[in-house]
């Protein structure tokens, strides 16, 4: 089966600029996450999606960051405007069912540099 | 105090060596613990699953207890394969709170 399938695998943007991270999560897991990993820091919560709900967003760090998940399939994190401090490995992970903390699948991340 | 606290690292052993790695976390009332392997600039990877006083699986034990709310890792006999990131990992609710991870570099 695939797994978790993240795009770009790599972005350098400029401050204020805005970026779109994609994710797919295996197909049929209902829980989607978002976690981001910054220099030298632990990886971090982000949100918790079920289905297209989101179920837990306390980990997002501002209103410049806005998460969907269009029709319970894939989901998008978009910053805007991106600023310095964003830059991180913005991981994203799916799992069939809640609180399976082992039956989680990340994807490969995505790493975002902003200048 | 963070909710998850590790051993910072690195740790760098030779091959055939046995090594040992802590973890705390803060909540008494978690249940379930894991431990994560990151590669460098790869995902997280489960490794192992502790749920109890802990758990074994070829060269790798994880242990629990409850009490100290300590869980650690012992790898035994070290493989340069062994080299990577080792987080420690707690359930809270539908989320996962993460050590920041100790470094293991096992060299020739």
């Known amino acids: 089966e695939a797994g978790v399938t993240q795009f770009p695998s790599h972005s350098v943007i400029e401050k204020g600029q805005t970026v779109t991270l994609r994710c797919d999560p295996i197909s049929g897991h209902d829980n989607l996450y978002w976690y981001r990993r910054v220099m030298g820091k632990e990886i971090k919560f982000l949100l918790h999606f079920v289905k297209e709900s989101k179920q837990d967003e306390s980990g997002m760090p501002n209103n410049r960051f806005l998460a969907e998940r269009t029709g319970g399939t894939y989901s998008t994190l978009k910053v805007q405007p991106a600023e310095l401090e964003d830059s991180g490995v913005y991981f994203c992970?799916?799992?069939?069912?809640?609180?399976?903390?082992?039956?989680?699948?990340f994807g490969s991340g995505t790493r975002l540099t902003v200048v | 105090r963070k909710e998850v606290e590790q051993d910072p690292g690195p740790f760098n052993v030779p091959e055939g060596a046995t090594v040992a790695f802590n973890c705390t976390y803060s909540?008494?009332?978690?249940?379930?613990f894991f431990w994560y392997r990151q590669d460098c600039r790869k995902e997280p990877k489960l490794l192992m699953s502790v749920y109890s006083s802990g758990n074994e699986d070829g060269r790798f034990t994880a242990q629990l207890n409850r009490a100290s709310q300590y869980i650690s890792l012992l790898i035994r006999d070290s493989k340069l394969s062994d080299s990577a990131t080792y987080l420690c990992v707690v359930p809270q609710g539908g989320k996962l709170i993460f050590g920041q991870g100790t470094e293991l570099s096992v060299k020739p």
């Open positions: 992970a799916s799992s069939p069912r809640l609180g399976m903390g082992g039956g989680y699948t």
């Open positions: 909540n008494s009332a978690s249940q379930s």
